[in-house]
């Protein structure tokens, strides 16, 4: 069974194992850090799919999808647990508020270790449906679709589902609409 | 292995095992559950103890512990996991903002079901520091120091330490200099 020090900064990460200086912070197994940061992401974590206008590529429209997890600054152990655990990741302070973020942007990560996690272990709320939906972007962005336009109609339609209470840059009923009626 | 249908939110407890009706959720193991809910309430919950005056006890005040955890209300299903896996407390709307509150207040459910919780699965971050201060209270309210002024010394002492950002309707430190004045 690996361990976890999960109040360890000083981490590293080595395949599907963890292991960390002794610290002051209890020891668990890896099955029980997996359905905690599960339980922990179902409050504080977020998927976004965040799509923004850029004139340098072809389809005239960025997809950049990121979760990411915010703690207030005095709490963060379990932000660098989840460094440590997915092994990737940055933590910084968000400029909304006074927290701190751990966020994952690339797309192998999110592929690699952040997908696989959440359907292995999912969420128990209606987030869960948000994750797939998120997970299918990221799928489809492996495929190469967010270059073209009508690959783009698909993520957007997907993203559109997603978050309905979160705020957004652009609406993806416009969007929709923009795409639609673009030709190139 | 017992199983848990979390998105049911026609639940039973019976002993240390769940099993409710089918429904679009996921079955979870109990284990994954416990983790999850530590993970959850890691972010979520909390662990307070209020205290107030109240004439008609003996040592003019009353001390209440609680644990609660919220949610958006069109995420609920965690907290009627909540209740099911507790087998105890209370959904209702939180006064506060737009949130729902699952909330347990009764000593014997918090010294029976809640404090075991989190001492068997701890609590990752430094609010486990909370949670062993407001065990400690639930373990001196047992054994009746509430009830005396010395005892009660006891109790705010502890209390002061915990939940440092959070309100209080009264200062622990004035409450401790009333009590150390006051010889009733």
Redesign the interface.
């Known amino acids: 069974m690996s361990i976890v020090d999960?109040?360890s900064h000083s981490v590293r990460h080595c395949c599907d194992n963890l292991r960390v200086r002794s610290d002051a912070?209890?020891l668990?197994s890896r099955?029980?850090?997996?359905?905690?940061?599960?339980?922990?992401?179902?409050?504080?974590g977020c998927f976004t799919v965040s799509i923004s206008p850029r004139a340098t590529l072809k389809v005239g429209w960025e997809v950049r999808p990121s979760f990411s997890v915010s703690?207030?600054g005095?709490?963060?152990?379990?932000l660098y647990?989840l460094q440590a655990y997915f092994g990737c990741g940055s933590i910084r302070p968000d400029r909304s508020d006074k927290t701190l973020k751990w966020e994952t942007r690339k797309l192998e990560e999110l592929l690699g270790r952040v997908v696989p996690h959440f359907t292995r272990?999912?969420l128990?709320?209606?987030?869960?449906r948000d994750f797939e939906r998120f997970a299918l972007v990221c799928r489809l962005m492996a495929d190469g679709e967010h270059r073209s336009r009508l690959g783009l109609i698909k993520i957007v339609s997907t993203v559109r589902e997603m978050n309905p209470?979160g705020k957004r840059r652009y609406d993806a009923d416009e969007l929709l609409v923009t795409l639609n009626r673009d030709q190139r």
Not at 31 to 43: K, N, R, V
Not at 74 to 78: G, M
């Open positions: 999960v109040r912070g209890p668990v099955e029980f850090l997996s359905a905690y940061i599960s339980g922990y992401a179902d409050g504080e703690q207030n005095d709490r963060a152990e379990v647990a272990y999912p128990l709320s209606a987030k869960q209470g």
